[in-house]
């Protein structure tokens, strides 16, 4: 094994577009590395490949139990690391719906190194529902004890942010991070459009509405009620599902087009044949979804939901356009106006790219990111 770099990322898996943020994880290394030209090695699980390009990915560890945390422990240790990035979400480093092995580590590591936390998710305000009452509990216990022995916190929601800065007396060490987009836009031109979609069985005029990603958030019976207002309508509509949207159940009338595996580039070209993203999400959109941030930077006009989980700077951008969580007319009355709008709103979607850009991009990231790895 190559000597490791002196900042290095711990991740579980790093499956490409299966692993959320194993993707977040080679995105963010991979822009480091041809940006600023800083290089992070990442470690994780046996199971995993190894890699050298673009990124190191070193499968290193056994599993996650006492035995498998203090090996990983000692390698870092022994190779003199400086700075260790944890990505967390509660059930990343286990089959369960916590693990409690992660505390002694983190604190451990905290005593030999910088520690940067990075928390994806926290999923323990799910406490209002039964059944989840007890794994809430312990997944509140550890995210509490990972900020403890983080030297800094980083998080891409809003809400996720108040949560935790309850459980740290320093708030100057926790940040806002954003997740940005992980399909790289590979552009098309007019003609390169008119073709895929005629390779797809689109007609020319055919309104395309997408759904991507989310399955769990996605209101299906909001869903269900729009595709049969449009199908008696005089919009001529094809729905397109992409990544767990696939899976979505809705008996449509109107025809529906659900592609098998495809490409981060394939993924970009679908995006820009799509005419409107629908986000109809239990709890309201948020910045955290990798999907919102697909459409953002990919001049795609949105129509969602706000509620709990939508973060403040949302409201202000032109081409999201959003409706109470709980009122499906406001809603379909939101998704029939930009139908009709789409072709005015190009000054909106360019001033909502420019703000993707320089908040929620690749290069936003590094920037909050930069000073604590030079450090």
């Known amino acids: 094994m190559h000597k490791l770099t002196q900042t290095v990322i711990i991740t579980a898996k790093t499956s490409l577009h299966v692993c959320g943020v194993g993707d977040y994880s080679i995105n963010l290394s991979t822009y480091l590395k041809k940006h ?11 199971s995993c490949k190894s890699s050298s390009e673009p990124v190191t ?5 056994d599993n996650w139990s006492k035995t498998g945390c203090r090996k990983l422990l000692n390698l870092l240790e022994a190779e003199n690391v400086k700075t260790v990035i944890l990505q967390y979400t509660p059930r990343l480093y286990t089959s369960k719906e916590y693990n409690l092995n992660l505390i002694k580590f983190w604190q451990e ?12 998710e926290t999923y323990y305000w799910f406490l209002k529902y039964p059944g989840t009452w007890v794994n809430g509990l312990f997944q509140q216990y550890i995210l509490y004890k990972l900020v403890q022995s983080s030297h ?6 809003e809400l996720y942010l108040k949560q935790i800065k309850r ?21 098309l031109s007019v003609e390169e459009k008119h073709a895929l979609r005629q390779k797809i069985d689109i007609a020319p005029k055919q309104i395309v509405l997408l759904l991507f990603g989310c399955l769990a958030s996605i209101r299906q019976d909001w869903v269900a009620s729009l595709d049969n207002y449009l199908h008696n309508s005089d919009y001529a509509v094809t729905w397109l599902l992409l990544g767990e949207a696939k899976s979505v159940t809705v008996p449509f009338k109107n025809p529906v087009l659900r592609p098998g595996y495809l490409t981060s580039n394939e993924l970009s070209h679908y995006l820009q044949i799509s ?12 910045a955290k979804r990798t999907s919102l941030m697909s459409a953002l930077e990919h001049g795609l006009p949105v129509v969602g939901t706000y509620g709990r989980l939508t973060d403040s700077f949302l409201y202000k951008l032109p081409s999201l356009f959003l409706a109470p969580d709980k ?3 406001v809603f379909q009355e939101q998704v029939l106006n930009t139908i009709s709008r789409r072709a005015n709103l190009h000054n909106a979607i360019q001033e909502t790219q420019h703000y993707y850009h320089s908040h929620l991009s690749w290069l936003a990231v590094t920037q909050t990111l930069l000073p604590y790895l030079q450090g």
């Open 152 to 157: 800094h916190i980083f998080c891409g929601s």
């Open 275 to 286: 005419d409107l993203l629908l986000m109809p999400h239990e709890f309201g959109v948020s």
């Open 57 to 61: 990915i070193i499968p290193y560890v």
């Open 109 to 120: 590591c905290s005593k030999k190194f910088q520690t940067l936390l990075i928390a994806h």
């Open 327 to 329: 009122d499906y007319s």
């Open 36 to 46: 600023c030209g800083l290089e992070l090695d990442l470690i994780v699980e046996k």
């Open 167 to 187: 459980f740290s007396n320093s708030s100057e060490k926790i940040h806002y991070l954003p997740i940005p987009n992980n399909i790289s836009p590979q552009l």
